[in-house]
């Protein structure tokens, strides 16, 4: 009897998987994006056949699979399977028919190849481990030789193949390691809100601690907390005795346990009382002399162990909380004490006192941590302190635990908390916790009675310590002079730089500090983060863009951190970006946000979203509501005399914006600032003082200025005017006023797009927005509605004026606005025509600021006015590729608006001619450059435009002929011809032979 081929083969092994309830996950599709050979390699549990099963191969390419087993070892069963999987496909029934025919497995193989490639799809070999037999190479060479196909090999050891060599050297190979399968952070929350849980930041750290992202952990634990059978607010640390989580992986003794030999399971679940295996702890501990050659074969063997450094080995947390359950109660303490000794002895602290812990020595781990706690703080090591206190009983806890607990609950922005753990540590070191609280919060009167107090009880050896201290708690209430000369170095930081006034030093300290600050280990630094204080100058110097950058920058450092200090004062920084940006909705919410998170965490953080609001509210005319966010925010400020000026200075802003402020709202700002010695602050009051009254405080606003330029240059947290226009009439009545300080007012001048120095005569205060395109209309930027038009006459004059930039003789102008009048007549009505324009454009500016009047009349060009032809010449005469040109044509309207006067008229035809050839220009540009999308925008907006176009056409089916779509280029022909014989024209010779060409 003849064996058939499908005999060595099951159909169940090529079945795709059936996976319910698996997660997306684009990371791992986008990163087998353009390899022909995909190699995962990861032990049991990390959801290689979930990952693949679930979409992770490209999509739009057939796909099959293939369950290898110990069979695969013999190229003819390997042969039979490959054959069975591939039978579905287009061509699939070659490799059965070469089998049938007594075919070798080397040609059945390169036949699948060969199915692979003209299908273009993607076979999935899972359990791959199975191919590293001597005798399926060539198989696997002719395989992997698949052309336009895919092939992924799914396996739990490492696969030391020649055949992916060579494709490696190649670069087709795409690897994907445990590393890779393992949930990043976000992908475990979007898990567990798949599951309906909203974990909190906190939570979802612990979360992703424990389960270290291994995918079928994650999924474990998202099912139990899902059920209420864990509460991932209560997680236990899985070095600690209790572990909750330990007993929902039960399946890991059959999974990972059971193929392994006696002697490297009963080394593997000994060793699970520690985090960390060398072969020196387990040769001391276990007096195993082979440790090392143990070790290496757990770690080869595709268990959960794997190295952590040279000689270093670690297995998964849950791994080991299951085999700690395995071990009798005494054997695992006595291991503990041995492991504890053997680690003091080799001098590593937090080793010793975890394994202290496990062996019931409180009292010594107490002792321990007392010792090293300090150290680890310092090393920005929070969480370890937080969670090596809570795995101590409190018994055991002494006053120095107490201040140690404090200390890292300060770091976690635990306040309330702290202040609790240091009310029972020693007077001293409870009066030193009071202290640093007040200077961590800035909240400078809460930090004056426990100084006094540690003065009292400290002794020499406290004295630097403690003159830093006041000397801190000084800058934090405004008092510069006695700060620094209490500790003369403050003045070379970044705060002292910027309560001082000297802003672009504290700008440049600043971002020196955030240099160090992203995503290394350390603790918190709230109100001194590098990054939130650059995102405050950046926003104070009129740059919201980098403003709101360092914003979330320091946003994303706060969550990392698990700070919701740093994260409150982000999102107020990052109002104040927003603010800066005109974004007032966007601002509103931030400040919002900051102040829920604030809530519980210090009073001192609501200042500044309570101070944003109150702007807002103010520019709104909601003077009572201002006054009350004002007054609410003061009240936190807890003498900060700087924070508390420009709480001031912005709800007087806020009023000045809108209309309702006086010189005396300004009078708190001026006195917060002049008893802090803060120039900055001052310049603006001197400024915002000006912008009321101009004879009020011209020259110190002069002075202001010139020193802090973006004031006016730029729309900044607090310049005296939001509108660019507005900011340049206050530029030009400051040069009237003191002429000798102009030339330090120039480079302001030129950020606002002044060639010289502006006079009040060439700045109206408000923008003028002149629109002939499509229609003639007229807005200002102080009013929301286009202006009405006093005659209509007015608006051909505003017309021809446009299409003659360069400007016209007034009887030329007279004459085309009213060609048949009398000579009087048509004075008479051209004057009024004149005045009426000048109405529509200058109505509350000084008279001739845009239409120069006189015997020669022009629009005068300037920073404004605008004028959309003007600009939409710029772009027409732009070179083809110029960054932005495309966007601006597009954006353009067909045509002028219609007028009788032949000068517009003349003007309308060539702008109807000029954009079709512009945007053709573009098309063909772009086609040039190999993409056709962007040259089929600008050719079908030419053909919209004019469709007789005969470039645009052809560039157009040129376009769609390169992205496959030869029936679109042909329809686009016969569209032209249809639109040129309406006009009496063929299409030339060159059209017609394109339309061949392409397949027409």
């Excluded at 983060?529 to 919201?544: I, K, N, R, T």
């Excluded at 004028?867 to 966007?887: C, F, K, N, S, T």
């Excluded at 067909?894 to 945007?919: H, I, K, N, T």
């Amino acid at each position: 009897m003849t064996l058939n081929w499908r005999d060595l083969t099951s159909a169940r092994r090529a079945r795709w998987p059936a996976v319910r309830g698996a997660m997306p996950r684009p990371r791992l599709q986008a990163a087998w994006a353009g390899s022909q050979v995909l190699l995962v390699v990861a032990p049991a549990g990390y959801g290689k056949t979930t990952a693949l099963a679930a979409g992770a191969a490209p999509a739009g390419h057939p796909q099959v699979w293939l369950t290898l087993d110990a069979d695969a070892a013999d190229p003819q069963g390997l042969a039979a399977g490959l054959a069975l999987a591939v039978e579905g496909l287009t061509g699939g029934a070659g490799p059965g028919a070469l089998l049938d025919a007594g075919a070798a497995p080397r040609r059945v193989a390169a036949k699948v190849a060969d199915v692979l490639d003209a299908s273009r799809a993607t076979l999935v070999l899972d359990e791959a481990q199975h191919l590293t037999g001597p005798l399926t190479g060539d198989l696997l060479r002719e395989l992997l030789d698949c052309g336009a196909g895919r092939v992924a090999l799914l396996s739990r050891l490492p696969l030391p193949l020649v055949e992916l060599t060579r494709l490696e050297a190649a670069g087709v190979v795409r690897r994907l390691s445990a590393a890779d399968l393992s949930f990043t952070r976000e992908e475990l929350g979007e898990l567990l809100q798949a599951q309906g849980l909203s974990p909190s930041a906190a939570d979802l750290g612990l979360a992703h601690s424990l389960t270290e992202g291994w995918p079928i952990a994650a999924r474990f634990l998202a099912q139990a907390a899902a059920q209420g059978r864990v509460r991932l607010a209560d997680l236990a640390d899985l070095d600690g005795g209790e572990a909750q989580l330990g007993t929902l992986f039960s399946y890991l003794a059959q999974e990972v346990l059971g193929p392994l030999e006696p002697s490297l399971r009963t080394l593997l679940t000994r060793s699970s009382v520690f985090e960390e295996l060398t072969p020196e702890l387990l040769a001391d501990v276990l007096e195993q002399p082979d440790a090392g050659a143990l070790l290496e074969a757990l770690a080869r063997s595709g268990t959960f162990l794997t190295r952590a450094g040279d000689r270093v080995y670690r297995a998964h947390p849950l791994l080991r909380a299951h085999l700690r359950g395995l071990l009798p109660a005494a054997e695992g303490q006595a291991l503990a004490a041995r492991g504890a000794a053997f680690f003091e002895r080799s001098g590593r602290p937090r080793r010793a006192m975890a394994a202290h812990l496990l062996a019931g020595h409180a009292p010594r781990a107490a002792e321990l941590l007392a010792e090293h706690g300090g150290g680890w703080l310092a090393q920005g090591r929070v969480t370890l302190a937080l969670r090596s206190l809570s795995r101590l009983p409190r018994a055991a806890w002494t006053p120095q635990l107490h201040a140690l607990a404090g200390d890292a609950l300060r770091h976690s922005s635990r306040y309330a908390e702290a202040l609790a753990e240091y009310a029972q540590a020693t007077p001293l070191q409870r009066a030193l916790g009071e202290i640093q609280v007040a200077l961590d919060t800035v909240q400078p009167d809460l930090a004056w009675a426990p100084l006094e107090v540690a003065q009292t009880l400290a002794g020499e050896d406290k004295g630097a310590l403690l003159s830093r201290l006041r000397a801190e708690n000084l800058l934090n209430a405004g008092r510069l002079g006695a700060a620094v000369q209490a500790e003369p170095a403050l003045a070379l930081g970044a705060r002292y730089a910027l309560r001082s006034g000297d802003l672009n030093r504290a700008l440049e300290l600043a971002r020196q500090a955030a240099q160090g600050e992203m995503g290394g280990a350390r603790a918190a630094q709230n109100h001194r983060e590098g990054l939130l204080l650059a995102s405050f100058l950046h926003a104070l110097q009129g740059d919201p863009e980098a403003a709101a950058l360092a914003a979330r920058e320091g946003l994303r450092e706060g969550e990392r951190l698990e700070s919701p200090f740093v994260q409150s004062l982000a999102l107020a920084r990052l109002g104040h970006a927003q603010l800066g940006a005109q974004d007032e909705a966007g601002a509103r919410a931030s400040y919002a946000q900051a102040l829920e998170l604030a809530q519980g965490v210090a009073a001192r953080l609501r200042v500044e979203p309570l101070m944003g609001l109150a702007f807002l509210a103010g520019r709104a005319g909601d003077a009572g509501q201002a006054a009350a966010l004002a007054q609410e925010a003061l009240a936190q400020t807890s003498g900060d005399g700087y924070v508390a000026g420009l709480v001031h200075l912005m709800g007087a802003l806020g009023r000045l914006q809108a209309g309702g402020a006086g010189i005396a709202d300004f009078d708190a700002a001026q006195d917060a600032f002049q008893a802090c010695t803060d120039a900055f602050g001052l310049a603006c009051v001197a400024l915002a003082r000006f912008a009321l009254e101009p004879g009020s405080a011209a020259l110190p606003a002069a002075h202001a200025a010139a020193r802090y330029p973006f004031l006016l240059a730029r729309r900044s947290l607090f310049s005296p005017a939001l509108e660019r226009a507005g900011r340049g009439a206050l530029l030009a009545r400051l040069v009237a006023a003191h002429p000798e300080v102009g030339p330090a007012l120039m480079p302001a001048a030129r950020a606002l797009g002044y060639a010289e120095l502006p006079t009040p005569a060439d700045t109206p205060g408000f923008e003028a927005h002149v629109q002939v395109l499509g229609r003639v209309q007229v807005t200002r930027s102080v009013e929301p509605r286009a202006r009405e038009w006093g005659r209509a006459k007015a608006r051909d004059l505003l017309a021809l004026l446009v299409v003659h930039p360069g400007g016209l003789p007034r009887e030329v102008a007279q004459e085309a606005l009213f060609p048949e009048a009398d000579p009087g007549v048509g004075e008479r009505n051209f004057r009024v025509t004149l005045h009426a324009l000048g109405q529509v454009l200058e109505e509350g500016a000084p008279s001739g600021v845009f239409v120069e009047r006189g015997e020669w009349l022009r629009l005068r060009p300037g920073p404004d006015l605008h004028v959309d032809l003007w600009a939409a010449q710029g772009a027409l005469e732009a070179p083809p590729g110029d960054p932005g040109r495309l966007e601006a044509l597009l954006a353009l309207p067909g045509r002028l608006a219609d007028c009788d006067l032949p000068d517009v008229q003349r003007e309308a035809g060539r702008y109807a001619l000029r954009l079709p050839e512009a945007l053709c220009e573009e098309a063909q540009w772009a086609l040039e450059r190999n993409q056709p999308e962007r040259a089929q925008h600008a050719a079908e907006r030419a053909q919209a435009l004019d469709a007789a176009h005969e470039p645009a056409a052809r560039v157009l089916m040129r376009a769609h002929h390169s992205r496959g779509n030869a029936a679109a280029a042909q329809r686009v022909y016969s569209a032209l011809k249809v639109a040129l014989r309406e006009l009496a024209l063929e299409p030339l010779p060159e059209t017609v032979a394109l339309s061949r060409a392409l397949g027409g």
